[in-house]
């Protein structure tokens, strides 16, 4: 395999690497805009300028190959190329391309929803002048709308085309080109297609400074003022990984976290714009207890105590309803209180949609599909019957949260059974049959692993915390269960994991510390 | 072994130490008739040297527009955590595409350091000379955009600092309309 | 006694009393006026003329403060001590002479309230009963800084009540007799006759024993902010403070009275023969008392203001290494000098 030097340190590297890749790999910084690790590699914008020994000029990192040299004409006979990002040279460059990209770029960031997280901004600084000496008036061009969330602010953008190489290779929709020449040269769409496809919010993650901005996020806040939490997004059963950011327990923004085995570098705007369902919501915070013409809300010693003793009188009788928007932790203890006796309420569903550049949208809207059948796999299809059959008396419902029309079967199935405790954040339908709700966790406030339709588990980390006395999912049935049978109560949910992984053993080896941020594949089961 | 050194060796006058206690009588009677340094507040006022640090002021442009861009420099800069923002989109059509929806200031945890002023890119936020605001609970000491921009409108007149684009309007200011 | 030298008594402890009063509400304002000037500030001046009513102000705040008494003291001392403080206090005043003797209704009438012939001892002992307020008032509050307080108080009282007592003595080897009238007369005639003369030693000894008596800076470790709190009245509020306040201002002036009797001539004017002088004479001699009288009582708050708090331990041994045996010398030399010329 080649060897190559850069900046004194040797490397051995696969053959037909760049030497921008190289560098970054190694945590080398080489500044770059146009060059994304998802994308073609265009060389446009010049940043990346390295000095290769034995070339006349400077090079482009992002496009310029390690090969093998034969090894008479290997340099100091070792490396296969030298390469310096300090050259002295290699700094007057990088002072000049950013002092061309800044000819007509605003004094904005005080305005400029990407300060903070800015490209331009950072190498500005860090290699830039502190001065500019251009004297003419700026281009001055107003702002555009160029899909219904994404707005573009022509002054600040560097044409680094990355945008337009999204909607190319990875969306396939081809909605952005750059329209005229030079001077002239800008971002654009055609009036009759407009960047409205379901990846558009991706092209304001990727543009390297403020030009693509998402309505969504525009003017809100600051990004220091943001608390980052890597977690995974609930909106499908794909499970793409995200950063959620959020300040004072109110989540501003997902953005797409980087996993090579789930989503590479992107995600859907379903998921990403999903958020704000959740802010709309009318949040169950305490328990509450059906009495005649109402609810009424309880404590939850009570609520514990009365749904025992409901439990006590089922005797057998005794089914749950297992949720796959639920973690499988919470659908485990459900299992282990009711005896393995499971059905789940019927599916939400749309379609699947999949992108030339195999970026998948479920069609299962559920996250978690996968492990709540792993963790109840005596789940019955034909719940109505076996309620018939089994003569069931108490039923314990983990509810999805998601406001949806129950059909008549179901409804005339709760309707039947003598008691029905609902674990929900929110008062939807379904809840509305309950005997007594218990409120649980909103799906930003959960902790634990979902295991997406590729078999994929992963850490789902809470990112604001647990509203009023809701409690965690996983904790409520495992309160009733362990005062139901008289035992010691599990304390966190690492134990439930761990109680998980002795009745399941594809589950054994699992735990947060080895999921880490990119999670683990099922044992054996690992695609890829 | 701790040494003592005597650097002095009190005399026969110095132990009786009746002399010494003239002195003291005599330095505090004549302080008595010096001149007294009181400033009787309310009918005099203390006159601060120039680049006192008091009250915040929100700046305007002399046509109104409110100068802050709710960046949240001066919040970040700030020291003490006492500045809080909540930015939005202007209102207006020309101008500057952000400004600030809520500006409050905890005066009672600001320390008059004047990172803020320092911090801001729109010299929107200024310390005037004004130091006497004080009131009878704390939440009126939680100053908010509409108290900031009520300081301007008093102290207009001074320039508390060198501003080389005060007589500038926003206009002339943005590259970019939004 | 007959019923017109009742009423010349009621009226002369109506004028002592009040007056005394005044001049406590007076030392109020000075106090604070004086040590506003020799710190550079302007002191109260807001409430009538120059602040003048500034006392008066005062007095209404204490009595319109909450009274508070702690749940932990002893009741009845607690409430009885702040009396106990300020009677003694009062009831000094009037064995003090503080003018020449006035012929009224055709009668002379000496400006003293009670001419008791054991005069010194009266005082002494009555400034001895006061101690038993600060220390009763530190006992009753339950709390460890009024408890130190009046502790030390009480040592402090006794260890300069001892040089006081023998300072006081050589005057009255000089006089001859415990009578302040007495005394006072002794002194009559020119500047040079005056104790203060005569017993130079006796004299410091005996002011820096007041200091100590009064509880004032630079001897007051009874009240010691810094390490006490507040010392025995730590625990006390409103008008029971206000009356400890009372008896501190009248300890003073009674104490400034005092030495201006024993050292300064009493209301004696150089070279002039007052009580051949007629009312001229009564009139003179009771402003030239009030002038020294007055004098002292700045002194005291001048020295507040200049000099710093003793340690307790130094407090204790300028007591008894210093005073005492100077004092004690002193009478000595004093008795030596007396025997001797009386043998010639
Ligand atoms: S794109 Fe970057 S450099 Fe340009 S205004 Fe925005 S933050 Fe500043
Ligand atoms: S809009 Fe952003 S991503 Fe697109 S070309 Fe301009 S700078 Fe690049
Ligand atoms: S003066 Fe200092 S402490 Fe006060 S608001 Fe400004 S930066 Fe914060
Ligand atoms: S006052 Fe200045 S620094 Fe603060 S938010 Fe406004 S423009 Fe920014
Ligand atoms: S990153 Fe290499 S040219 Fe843009």
Sequence with gaps: MPIVKIDDTDFTVEKGTSVLQAALANDIEIPHYCYHPALEIVGSCRMCLVKVEGMPKLQVSCNTFVGDVPSDKKIDGKYDMVVSTQDELVQQEQKNMLEFLLLNHPLDCPVCDQAGECDLQDYAFKYGNAHSRFEEDKRVRPNEYLGSQIVINHNRCILCSRCVRFTREISGSSELFVEARGYNSKISVLEEKPLDNLLAGNVADICPVGALLSTDYIHKNRIWNLDKQPSICQDCSVGCNVDVFHQKDQILRLTPRENHSVNKFFMCDKGRYGFHRFEEIERLTVPMIMSEGGFIETTWDEAIEKTVDELNGAGKGIAGIASPFHTNEANFMLGRLVNGNVGTLPPITSEEINYPSGFRISGDRSPNRHGMNDVCPSIVDDFASAVERKDIRFLYLLDDGIDRELNELWKGMLEKIDFVVVQSYAMTDVSKCADIVLPGQAPFEREGTITNDMGRVQWLRPSVTTKGESRPDWEIPMLIQSKHAGVEGLTDVS??????????????????????????PLNGKAEE | MATIVKSYEPTFWDRLYLPALAKGLAVTLKHFFRKKITIQYPDEKYVPPDGYRGLHRLNKYPDGKIRCVACEMCSAACPADCIHIIPGPSPWEDGKERFPVRFDIDLLRCIFCGFCEMACPEEAIELTEIYDFSNYTRDDLLIDKEGLLGVYELTKDTNYYSRPNAGQDSEALTSDKF | MDFLGFVIICVKVLVVFSATMLTVLMMVYAERRVSAFMQGRLGPNRVGPQGLLQPIADGIKFLMKEDIIPAEVNKPIYLLAPAMLLIPALMTFAVIPFGSTITLFGREVPLQVADLNVGILYILAL????????????????????????????????????????????????????????????????????????????????????????????????????????????????????????????????????????????????????????????????????????????????????????RYDQLMKLGWKVMLPLALINIFVTGGYLTLTSLR
Aim: proline share 2%; glycine share 8%.
């Design chain 1, 495 to 520: 134990s439930v994991m761990n109680e998980m992984g002795k009745d399941f053993a594809a589950y054994s080896d699992i735990t947060f510390f080895r999921l880490g941020d990119q999670g683990l």
């Design chain 3, 127 to 310: 400034t001895s009963i006061g101690v038993y307020g600060l220390v009763l008032a530190g006992w009753a509050s339950n709390s460890k800084y009024s408890l130190i307080g009046g502790l030390r108080s009480s040592a402090q009282l006794i260890s300069y009540e001892l040089a006081m007592g023998l300072s006081v003595v050589s005057v009255i080897l000089l006089a001859g007799s415990l009578k302040l009238n007495v005394i006072v007369e002794d002194q009559q005639g020119y500047l040079l006759s005056w104790n203060v003369f005569k017993q130079p030693v006796a004299f410091l000894i005996f002011l820096v024993a007041v200091y100590a008596e009064t509880n004032r800076l630079p001897f007051d470790l009874t009240e010691a902010e810094q390490e006490l709190v507040g010392g025995y009245h730590t625990e006390y509020s409103s008008m029971k403070f206000a009356m400890f306040f009372t008896a501190e201002y009248a300890n003073m002036v009674t104490a400034a009275a005092l030495t201006v009797t024993l050292f300064f001539g009493g209301w004696d004017v150089p070279l002039l023969n007052e009580t051949s002088m007629g009312a001229l004479g009564a009139i003179l001699s009771v402003l030239s008392f009030i002038l020294k009288t007055a004098f002292f009582l700045f002194l005291f708050i001048w020295v507040r203001w200049t000099f710093p708090r003793f």
